[in-house]
């Protein structure tokens, strides 16, 4: 293994541990706001990530994706969220489903659970980036893990969008970039499902006047 | 292949128009004609292929494929051409039928609704018997499911229908789980494999295998043709479907469970241990002395028609029993002859039930009510109805020279050659069978000398009943009809025997070339125990008919026509509420078999309030105990609840648990799926 992969390699695990930690940062933070702020952070993060794959892969169509997903997940969808949470949102997540403590040992659960899982997969893998495909698979688990365990629709969102930050990367690390095609259709379906999520927070929220979730179990009967 | 494709045609184009037509006159006439058309020619290629041609060979047709690339599978043989017979018979009177009496229906239930469907049905069953391969049987066999399912739905505001269809609908897919897991097993996977690939593949599979496909097919089967004790859709669906309905479901419908009993036990199993037949023959017996038995009790004229049906497929299960039998002792004369009983009593039977269920809607028609206690001196204002109802009764009651009794007597006739099986203790069930099927053929009689006598004779019992008319013209004529096929059935044994031998010929090892039966008028057994001429009877009853006004004009009998009250009793006048009652009649049989009924009686009187003396009214009430619906079904109805309840805590309908089941479910992936 040259210089030039072994450098590859620890800035591939290296950004792909600060994705994942943004995204446990989720995990102990209360507020929107400071949900929000991770979620951007964690975008940016990503975006880099994507830079350095498309330098030490050869691979310039990755920057401009890279270029997309900065202007999507750092500026746009947190704008729009921000804008959301100004409207319905000044309520915290108080009490989640898991208390704070307990989330993050199951986030650390979760990240082991990646690393068993995708152990035969690294095995075989002759990628320098095979590292960090545990943490982009943690960082997907992570993610589910917040949607679950919250009870605030604008939370959840943020933890899809993170789930989603997840498989970009998990995509990126595999494969240096799936098409661009490919990768813009993907862009565009988290763009309409956060569009729809939003609207259907609104409602959430003038039915209810809360956006706890909880409030959907009434829908039953 | 004209024929075929007319058929099809038939019925596509009636069941379209019946669509586009609509409600209305035209939309019943298109419907009909499609349907008679199509069952016409369904006859016409059923008899065809039956009629031993130039070389004395019946006509197959070669496997073909119906629609390129969906892998269904067509072909006609011997045992295809016979049921495919039946459809085309029934499927003529009850098409002829519906047009008036669906007259009745409309405004007030969805015409179209009914004539498609009548079309789908026909048209699926005609397909079913001609299925080459299991994928096609299966998607045939839920096409002809789900048709019947509407037309029994066709009076779908009133709650018992509902019940009645929801009960049909959960039976026949139970039994469409056991017939899609018995073709897994048969086929080793690939449903589109050809019937002739599955016989080979049959005979290579270990016995154990056989046993569970042959029991799968057996339970899945009785589902569709009413085997006690899965019989209890039977006397619910029939009634509250219309009547032509009721003949075709009753004449031809549950007839499939006995054509794919056949089709998978005798022709693609080949056959199997004795047991098989014991089993086959157990139930037919228990089938055919509770399903009568359950008859005597009903007072609904239509209930007590479907009782019947569950009586007579009994009866047909003994001949087949028996036939399996025999065969697995490698007696194969004796096993063609239960067969042959077996088969000939399933048209015979398709064609009494039909008319008596089109008899029934008759009155049902004219009457405006199903229960006999309120009709009475029918046969003066419906004489051609009464005449043809009669007939059905003394067919499905097995008397001579009707089509009843022959079938019945060759059923009889392979039971009584069972003193040839080598082993004493099956040999002993045959008499037991033999005891039985008498049973329940006198007990049919009784039932059928309350429903003709209560429902036709005497006088008026309601006001309804006095204002009846006789059917319109095409019902009459689908009844006459009917009533020519039993009569005609019943006198020409000597055609139909033979025809029928070389319809199961070469199947599961009986011998290729059919047993030859004595056969000038009259009809014997291989073994030579008996010989009856059913037309030499006919004749002779013609004969005592006509003998009977030659000695009263010898013995110069006064001529001259009496008319008075029967039975006046000296009495002034005669009310209706004088008049016996189907529950008197049936009442000393109540009491025969108290054991079975455990009847709980009601009696209130009410007296004057000033004395005793005066009774105001008494009101009796007698109901008998539904065995299997307490005791078999109940438990089951709360076991599925009980699942279902508990099932039920799953969807606690927070949003948080349904994500918290997908995260679960997609480690279990994950975990499972590693390599």
């Given at each position: 293994m040259n210089d030039h992969d072994t450098l590859f390699a620890q800035l591939s695990t290296l950004s792909a541990s600060l994705v994942l930690l943004f995204g446990i940062a989720l995990l102990w933070r209360r507020s929107l706001g400071a949900y929000i702020k991770a979620f951007r952070w964690q975008s940016l993060v990503l975006s880099l990530a994507f830079v350095m794959i498309g330098y030490f892969g050869h691979d310039p169509e990755l920057y401009i994706i890279a270029a997309a997903l900065l202007a999507l997940k750092v500026f746009i969808i947190p704008w729009y969220l921000t804008r959301l949470q100004m409207r319905?949102?000044?309520?915290?997540?108080?009490?989640?489903?898991?208390?704070i403590a307990t989330s993050l040992i199951v986030a650390g659960l979760l990240v082991m659970l990646a690393y068993a899982i995708t152990r035969p997969l690294v095995m075989v893998s002759k990628l320098p980036t095979r590292g960090a495909i545990p943490l982009a698979v943690g960082l997907i688990f992570v993610g589910l893990f917040v949607i679950v365990s919250r009870r605030k629709a604008l939370t959840q969102i943020v933890g899809f969008l993170v789930l989603e930050n997840g498989i970009a990367l998990l995509a990126a690390l595999c494969t240096y970039g799936i098409p661009l095609i490919v990768e813009l259709g993907v862009f565009l379906d988290v763009l309409m499902g956060f569009l729809v999520m939003q609207i259907i927070v609104y409602h959430i929220s003038s039915t209810f006047e809360s956006i706890d979730v909880e409030q959907l179990s009434q829908l039953k009967h | 292949m004209t024929l075929l494709i007319l058929m099809v045609t038939a019925y596509v184009a009636g069941a379209v128009g019946a669509l586009l037509f609509g409600e209305g006159a035209a939309g019943r006439g298109v419907a009909s004609f499609g349907a008679a058309v199509g069952s016409g020619a369904g006859l016409a290629l059923g008899l065809t292929a039956i009629a031993p041609g130039e070389s004395g060979q019946m006509l197959i047709l070669a496997p073909m494929r119906l629609l390129p690339l969906t892998g269904m599978m067509l072909r006609l043989d011997g045992l295809s051409a016979f049921f495919l017979i039946i459809v085309g018979l029934i499927g003529l009177a009850v098409a002829l039928y519906g047009f008036s009496y669906s007259t009745a229906y409309e405004g007030r239930y969805s015409l179209r609704m009914l004539g498609a469907m009548l079309n789908v049905l026909l048209l699926s069953l005609s397909m079913q018997v001609m299925a080459d391969n299991a994928l096609t049987f299966l998607i045939v066999w839920e096409a002809m499911s789900l048709s019947a399912y509407w037309l029994v739905l066709?009076?779908?505001?009133?709650g018992e229908t509902v019940r009645a269809a929801v009960w049909y609908i959960a039976m026949t897919h139970a039994g469409f789980a056991a017939l899609v897991a018995m073709f897994l097993l048969l086929s080793g996977g690939d449903l589109t494999a050809s019937f002739a690939g599955m016989r080979e593949n049959a005979a290579a599979l270990s016995p154990a295998m056989r046993n569970v496909i042959f029991l799968l097919a057996l339970f899945g089967f009785s589902t569709k043709a009413g085997v006690v004790p899965l019989h209890v859709w039977l006397p619910m669906a029939h009634p509250v479907a219309p009547s032509h309905v009721s003949a075709l479901m009753s004449g031809v419908v549950i007839k499939m469970g006995i054509y794919g009993l056949l089709r998978v036990a005798l022709d693609l199993l080949g056959s199997g241990p004795v047991w098989w037949g014991g089993i086959v023959l157990g139930a037919g017996a228990v089938s055919a002395v509770l399903g009568v038995l359950y008859a005597l009790m009903e007072h609904d004229l239509k209930r007590l028609l479907a009782y019947h049906s569950v009586e007579n497929i009994g009866i047909i299960l003994i001949g087949i029993g028996s036939g399996m039998i025999f065969q697995s002792y490698g007696l194969m004369a004796l096993a063609s002859l239960g067969f042959i009983g077996g088969l000939y009593h399933t048209v015979n039977h398709a064609a009494f039930k039909a008319l008596l269920f089109l008899g029934a809607g008759s009155v049902l028609h004219a009457t405006h009510t199903s229960n006999m206690e309120k009709m009475g001196g029918l046969i003066k204002r419906m004489p051609v109805t009464a005449f043809c109802f009669l007939i059905g009764s003394a067919a499905i009651s097995a008397l001579p020279p009707l089509n009843g009794f022959a079938s019945e007597w060759i059923i009889f006739q392979s039971l009584l050659g069972g003193f040839n099986i080598p082993k004493p203790e099956v040999a002993v069930m045959m008499p037991i069978a033999v005891g039985m099927l008498a049973l329940t053929s006198g007990l049919a009689a009784a039932c059928f000398v309350k429903a003709f006598g209560i429902t036709f004779l005497a006088i008026p019992r309601s006001g309804e009943a006095g204002k009846a008319s006789e059917a319109p013209l095409s019902m009459r004529a689908a009844m006459v009809l009917l009533a020519l096929a039993c009569v005609a059935l019943g006198l020409t044994p000597f055609i139909v025997v033979p025809a029928l031998g070389q319809v199961i010929a070469g199947l599961g090892h009986l011998s290729d070339i059919p047993v030859r039966f004595t056969l000038g008028l009259s009809l014997d057994s291989p073994n030579g125990f008996g010989r009856m001429s059913p037309t030499l009877i006919g004749a002779g009853l013609l004969l005592l008919l006509a003998l009977v006004p030659m000695v009263m004009l010898l013995l110069r009998v006064n001529w001259k026509v009496r008319v008075g009250e029967s039975w006046g009793c000296g009495r002034l006048g005669q009310t209706p509420r004088m008049e016996y009652t189907a529950t008197a009649f049936a009442e000393p049989l109540r009491r025969v078999f108290a054991e079975l009924y455990r009847p709980t009686r009601e009696l209130t009187i009410d007296f004057h309030p000033e004395s005793k003396y005066f009774v105001q009214s008494i009101e009796y009430r007698s109901e008998i105990t539904p065995w299997f619906e307490k005791y078999l079904y109940e438990p089951c109805l709360w076991l599925v609840r009980l699942l279902a309840t508990v099932v039920r805590r799953l969807q606690s309908g927070s949003l948080n648990a349904y994500l918290v089941y997908v995260t679960i479910a997609l480690v279990i992936l994950l975990l499972t799926a590693r390599i």
């Open positions: 319905v949102g000044t309520e915290r997540e108080v009490q989640p489903y898991v208390n | 066709t009076e779908n505001d009133k």
